[in-house]
């Protein structure tokens, strides 16, 4: 069973910058999408980035332009460069790798733990 643990987040003041990373503890031999997802207190989880398998990107309106999603070749997993962060910006942060398991290629995903990344204003 893979793990995913995330790395990188912090309190950093607004219009700073940190570089978000996933680690799997086991081998991701291929994936349908992986992705960073955000909730902050009292919200729903909320998708701000994700990189399909055939490199198309998505990321969330509020995001755009700041933020930019990349993937370790090798491990399949991904990171996000978090730029110009805002106080709204605020909120534990998780990766998500999207798979097809078994021999009916049932989707699954993985989830990390999350990383808090706070905003100060």
């Known amino acids: 069973q893979v793990q995913l643990v995330e790395s990188g987040g912090g309190l950093v003041q607004a219009g700073g910058s940190l570089r978000l990373s996933c680690a799997a503890s086991g081998r991701i031999f291929s994936y349908t999408a992986m992705g960073w997802y955000r909730q902050a207190p009292g919200k729903q989880r909320e998708l701000v980035a994700i990189?399909?398998?055939?490199?198309?990107?998505r990321y969330a309106d509020s995001v755009k332009g700041r933020f930019t999603i990349s993937r370790d070749t090798a491990k399949n997993t991904p990171y996000l460069q978090m730029n110009s962060l805002k106080p709204e910006d605020t909120a534990v942060y998780y990766c998500?790798?999207?798979?097809?398991?078994?021999?009916?290629?049932?989707?699954?995903?993985?989830w990390g733990q999350g990383t808090q990344v706070t905003v100060s204003s």
């Open positions: 998500n790798v999207n798979v097809q398991r078994g021999p009916a290629r049932r989707p699954y995903d993985y």
């Open positions: 990189i399909t398998s055939g490199d198309t990107t």
